[in-house]
């Protein structure tokens, strides 16, 4: 069985480091301490990671957070299939990523949000007073529309569980979160996003809109169900989101405009 094997530059853990857990969909924070060990591996793999990351999109050893002699931290994606992201970015593979205090970290599609605590410290980047933060800011209050398309697989437990691909859905929310995460790996490695995602959408979504290839055309805020419309308007034009789960099932989207 494959181990991780620590870059030499490893050093001491800094004390009071640790990472906060919260599900998007909110509920009880948890704690994972990173102060105990030099380096921690995180992974679907409980027997050789520190960390288990429960979820189809985690890769069996998929990325470790490491001590720096220099007394910072950083994170490397081991070749996790469904990536690691850091406050959006997804990383290049066995590169070091430096990680502040309060950077978001996701694994792969986990719904879960992983924020860095480091030395006690949950932020210490600038604070919204900085004009450019501010300026930011404002441009953001502007964006009150947003032009998305989606793929859409609904389950049994969905609020209308049928379609007019299925009229009985008898599939597990689990099932259909599995279905579009291979969809969403698809779309990922395509040459051309734009088009696999249409393709796949009007084949494959259980939604009407895939007549339109899954376009839903612009909406505003307060249109869409809450975790829906948070994900659309968090997207940049171009960007695909992660797997999304409402009341109406799993879904990807895609920002156009």
Not at 23 to 47: A, C, M, W
Not at 176 to 186: G, P
Not at 196 to 202: H, I, N, P, Q, S
Request: net charge neutral; hydrophobic share 30%; charged share 30%.
């Amino acid at each position: 069985m494959a181990t991780f094997e620590p870059p030499g530059w490893v050093g001491t853990p800094s004390s009071d480091t640790f990472l906060t857990v919260q599900s998007s969909e909110g509920g009880k924070q948890e704690n994972i301490q990173l102060d105990e060990k030099p380096y921690y591996v995180f992974g679907r793999t409980k027997e050789c990671c520190d960390v288990e990351l429960d979820h189809g999109s985690a890769s069996r050893m998929h990325a470790a957070i490491v001590h720096h002699e220099n007394g910072r931290l950083y994170i490397i994606d081991l070749g996790a299939t469904h990536g690691t992201f850091v406050d959006g970015k997804r990383l290049t593979t066995h590169k070091p990523a430096k990680l502040e205090a309060g950077s978001q970290i996701k694994f792969g599609h986990m719904p879960k949000v992983f924020r860095t605590v480091i030395g006690g410290c949950t932020n210490n980047k600038r604070k919204a007073s900085d004009p450019q933060v501010g300026s930011a800011d404002k441009k953001a209050k502007q964006d009150d529309t947003v032009t998305c398309s989606h793929l859409l697989v609904k389950h049994k437990d969905s609020r209308r569980p049928s379609s007019h691909k299925e009229e009985v859905i008898t599939r597990t929310k689990e099932e259909a979160e599995e279905m579009v995460l291979k969809f969403l790996a698809e779309i990922e490695s395509a040459s051309d996003v734009a088009k696999v995602f249409g393709e796949l959408a009007e084949r494959e979504s259980h939604c009407s809109s895939s007549r339109r290839k899954g376009d839903l055309g612009a909406f505003g805020r307060g249109k869409m169900q809450p975790l829906f419309e948070q994900a659309a308007f968090a997207l940049k034009v171009g960007e695909l989101s992660d797997v999304v789960c409402t009341d109406s099932g799993a879904h990807i989207l895609y920002r156009t405009a």
